[in-house]
């Protein structure tokens, strides 16, 4: 059974900075590129970041670029999104997701909530202005 566990989400202050984690289990992890989205209030859910099985390449929405930092620990089955420089519009439920194409080429990688293949359940992410 593939479970996917975010951790680390809370309460900031714009400015502030928070640690995503996002533990992963069941699947050949270093087989996957591995994405965060998030999803805000009447919002659609919408890419973040992503990044290869060998962290050579990673990919950010225009929104967050020279903010946030994805990077993985195959060892620990384990990726992270360092998010810094937080703003009030980046208040969401943030999920982490495994993308077994975009592991197989970096190439095939999607932006799109359809193209992953597991998903976490999400944790919480407030900043107050």
């Known amino acids: 059974q593939v479970q996917l566990v975010e951790s680390g989400g809370g309460f900031v202050q714009a400015g502030g900075s928070l640690r995503l984690s996002c533990a992963a289990s069941g699947l050949p992890f270093s087989r996957y590129a591995m994405a965060w989205f998030r999803q805000a209030p009447g919002k659609q859910r919408e890419f973040v970041a992503s990044i290869s099985w060998s962290s050579a390449n990673t990919d950010y929405t225009d929104s967050v670029k020279g903010r946030f930092t994805i990077s993985r620990d195959n060892a620990m089955n384990t990726v992270f999104l360092q998010m810094n420089i937080l703003k009030p519009e980046d208040t969401a439920v943030y999920y982490c997701?495994?993308?077994?194409?975009?592991?197989?080429?970096?190439?095939?990688?999607?932006?799109?909530?359809?193209?992953?293949?597991?998903w976490g359940q999400g944790t919480q992410v407030t900043v107050s202005s």
């Open positions: 997701a495994a993308d077994a194409r975009g592991g197989l080429s970096w190439a095939l990688r999607g932006r799109d909530r359809s193209e992953y293949d597991y």
